[in-house]
């Protein structure tokens, strides 16, 4: 949606580094959202090395890419917690990294980024998401799970702490992936593009949600491209219901333009949490990438997205009782 796609990762058995704007130096020693999460152990080391590293691997017949940061705390032994972070539509996991600034938040946290690469052709260049699923396509539900079953084989993954973010178009494939990869995903985090669970059963999943009344890509009261259809209050009531949620929300003002509405008294403690920009555009909040805004409209700065969400993260872990299903 941004900017062209990458070029396609050299093709090589041994995965090289790749540098990332936005880190943090090695040795941080920030407080951590998730420090107060049981502390697990590998049972057999895995080493590897920080930063962000480039992997391919077979998905449905089709090689597929994707990225994975790595914190300068990891030791090979810890198990720590994965964020999917899924860019949007036209984009790639490198812009995603300054979209987002998760490769930061993961410094400062301890927790994995995996940023898999789309391979569907988007009419607006690069490469977008096969979602909704749509046969004969890129099975990007069955690539998720192997991506993580992937880098699950090289560095020690907290499998009760798995979460799904993404922007815009990767948004709308996190929203999927919380109900087609049930008792994987323990929490959803959507900007810009929340959509309602679909085929779910009686599965919860918490979920927290930004988004700006003045999105000119995905309008905040639905309409707009064929895909989107229904708005962003329609898809977080749906969420509240499926996780059977308290029947009236509470609004707290968080500043000028943003609102926090929360859905609470849910099953389980899957809490849905929308944050409404008034004003704000197709971006990700206190993000420091430069959005066109002629284009994506404005980004607000007072409110930061990643750190919410990663704080909502580290309040939900995947019940124990929740079975782990293939898709």
Same mark, same amino acid.
């Given at each position: 949606?941004?900017? =062209?796609?990458?070029?396609?990762?050299?093709?090589?058995?041994?995965?090289?580094?790749?540098?990332?704007?936005?880190? =943090?130096?090695?040795?941080?020693?920030?407080?951590?959202?998730?420090?107060?999460?049981?502390?697990?152990?590998?049972?057999?080391?895995?080493?590897?090395?920080? #930063?962000?590293?480039?992997?391919?691997?077979?998905?449905?017949?089709?090689?597929?890419?994707?990225?994975?940061?790595?914190?300068?705390?990891?030791?090979?032994?810890?198990?720590?917690?994965?964020?999917?972070?899924?860019?949007?539509?036209?984009?790639?996991?490198?812009?995603?990294?300054?979209?987002?600034?998760?490769?930061?938040?993961?410094?400062?946290?301890?927790?994995?980024?995996?940023?898999?690469?789309?391979?569907?052709?988007? *009419?607006?260049?690069?490469?977008?998401?096969? @979602?909704?699923?749509?046969?004969?396509?890129?099975?990007?539900?069955?690539?998720?799970?192997?991506?993580?079953?992937?880098?699950?084989?090289?560095?020690? @993954?907290?499998?009760?702490?798995?979460?799904?973010? #993404?922007?815009?178009? #990767?948004?709308?494939?996190?929203?999927?992936? +919380?109900?087609?990869?049930?008792?994987?995903?323990?929490?959803?985090?959507?900007?810009?593009?929340?959509?309602?669970?679909?085929?779910?059963?009686?599965?919860?999943?918490?979920?927290?949600?930004?988004?700006?009344?003045?999105?000119?890509?995905?309008?905040?009261?639905?309409?707009?491209?064929?895909?989107?259809?229904?708005?962003?209050?329609?898809?977080?009531? +749906?969420?509240?219901? *499926?996780?059977?949620?308290?029947?009236?929300?509470?609004?707290?003002?968080?500043?000028?333009?943003?609102?926090?509405?929360?859905?609470?008294?849910?099953?389980?403690?899957?809490?849905?949490?929308?944050?409404?920009?008034?004003?704000?555009?197709?971006?990700?909040?206190?993000?420091?990438?430069?959005?066109?805004?002629?284009?994506?409209?404005?980004?607000?700065?007072?409110?930061?997205?990643?750190?919410?969400?990663?704080?909502?993260?580290?309040?939900?872990?995947?019940?124990?009782?929740?079975?782990?299903?293939?898709?």
């Amino acid at each position: 949606m941004l900017k =062209q796609a990458l070029g396609v990762l050299a093709a090589t058995a041994v995965p090289f580094l790749l540098f990332t704007p936005g880190a =943090q130096a090695a040795g941080s020693t920030s407080a951590s959202a998730f420090a107060s999460a049981a502390a697990k152990v590998c049972r057999a080391g895995k080493p590897h090395a920080a #930063g962000t590293t480039a992997y391919r691997l077979e998905s449905g017949g089709v090689t597929r890419e994707y990225l994975l940061y790595v914190p300068a705390r990891y030791d090979g032994r810890m198990r720590l917690p994965v964020i999917f972070d899924f860019h949007g539509s036209g984009s790639n996991p490198e812009e995603e990294l300054e979209v987002s600034g998760m490769a930061a938040a993961a410094e400062r946290h301890g927790f994995l980024v995996l940023l898999p690469v789309a391979a569907v052709r988007f *009419q607006l260049g690069g490469h977008t998401w096969n @979602v909704p699923p749509v046969e004969g396509m890129p099975d990007d539900v069955r690539f998720a799970y192997d991506a993580l079953r992937h880098a699950a084989g090289r560095v020690c @993954v907290d499998d009760d702490r798995v979460y799904a973010a #993404g922007f815009s178009g #990767g948004a709308r494939l996190a929203s999927e992936l +919380a109900c087609a990869l049930p008792g994987r995903i323990a929490a959803l985090g959507a900007v810009g593009g929340l959509r309602a669970p679909r085929r779910c059963d009686r599965r919860i999943v918490p979920v927290v949600a930004f988004h700006g009344t003045a999105d000119p890509v995905n309008p905040y009261a639905g309409g707009g491209p064929g895909y989107w259809g229904y708005g962003v209050d329609a898809a977080v009531h +749906a969420w509240a219901a *499926q996780n059977r949620c308290a029947p009236e929300p509470t609004a707290t003002r968080v500043s000028e333009s943003v609102l926090e509405v929360a859905h609470a008294g849910c099953e389980a403690r899957a809490e849905v949490v929308l944050y409404r920009i008034a004003g704000g555009g197709h971006t990700w909040p206190g993000s420091r990438f430069r959005f066109p805004v002629d284009r994506f409209g404005t980004t607000t700065a007072e409110i930061d997205a990643t750190e919410r969400m990663v704080e909502f993260f580290a309040r939900h872990a995947r019940p124990a009782e929740a079975p782990t299903v293939a898709p």
